[in-house]
T-cell receptor, first 118, second 111 residues
Framework: DVKVTQSSRYLVKRTGEKVFLECVQD?????MFWYRQDPGLGLRLIYF???????EKGDIPEGYSVSREKKERFSLILESASTNQTSMYLC?????????????????FGSGTRLTVV | DAKTTQPNSMESNEEEPVHLPCNHS???????IHWYRQLPSQGPEYVIH???SNVNNRMASLAIAEDRKSSTLILHRATLRDAAVYYC????????????FGTGTSLTVIP
């Protein structure tokens, strides 16, 4: 079964801490994405990457950075966590070509990391 | 600007059909329409997708309007396990297959 694995389901961090959220996919996908999900706002794209060492800003990149040193791994970094970054974070991956099937160009999502910043 | 708009919530009785609407009036000719659903405490999962023609699979059917400015996800017989948030999404090919999510419809299934 194809998988996107996020390292933690639940995380509690203190304000000002540097936080790393890790995501690993085993489908050899080129594209990887980080979203945050908040009640009433749906999924909002933070950053995405089309290839190793490449990154693009999404709709809400402020306060975040990313790292993609290997094809299978995409890390989201909160440089100095703040309470307004308390949210559910979802990682997804997809292949470059457009066929729309999960594991090809459809997105496969991880189960999410619920981050609480206190 | 949202590329898709959906009702915030809908209710259905168990074992009855459910029609979940979505408007995507700015869709371009190469954009695909995807539907994903998110069960509680899980990431979104694929339901169905289409481009121009209606589509059927074991989970659902997708009816796409002739002008492609709207679509409807059809669950033929709702079960309690279908209670989820359903997202209508445009996959924009010319931005590298990026997905544009709406805010989703929360479906409640009444026993």
């Amino acid at each position: 079964d194809v998988k996107v694995t996020q390292s933690s389901r639940y995380l509690v961090k203190r304000t000002g801490e540097k936080v790393f959220l890790e995501c690993v996919q085993d489908m050899d996908h080129e594209n990887m994405f980080w979203y945050r999900q908040d009640p009433g706002l749906g999924l909002r794209l933070i950053y995405f990457s089309y290839d190793v060492k490449m990154k693009e800003k999404g709709d809400i990149p402020e306060g975040y950075s990313v790292s993609r040193e290997k094809k299978e791994r995409f890390s989201l970094i909160l440089e100095s966590a703040s309470t307004n970054q308390t949210s559910m974070y979802l990682c997804a991956s997809s292949s470059r070509q457009g066929q729309g099937i999960p594991g090809r160009s459809g997105y496969t999502f991880g189960s999410g990391t619920r981050l609480t910043v206190v | 600007d949202a590329k898709t708009t959906q009702p915030n919530s809908m209710e259905s009785n168990e074992e009855e059909p459910v029609h979940l609407p979505c408007n995507h009036s700015t869709i371009s000719g190469t954009d695909y329409i995807h539907w994903y659903r998110q069960l509680p405490s899980q990431g979104p999962e694929y339901v169905i997708h289409g481009l121009t023609s209606n589509v059927n699979n074991r989970m659902a059917s997708l009816a796409i309007a002739e002008d492609r400015k709207s679509s409807t996800l059809i669950l033929h017989r709702a079960t309690l396990r279908d209670a989820a948030v359903y997202y209508c999404i445009l996959r924009v090919v010319n931005t590298g297959n990026q997905f544009y999510f709406g805010t989703g419809t929360s479906l409640t299934v009444i026993p």
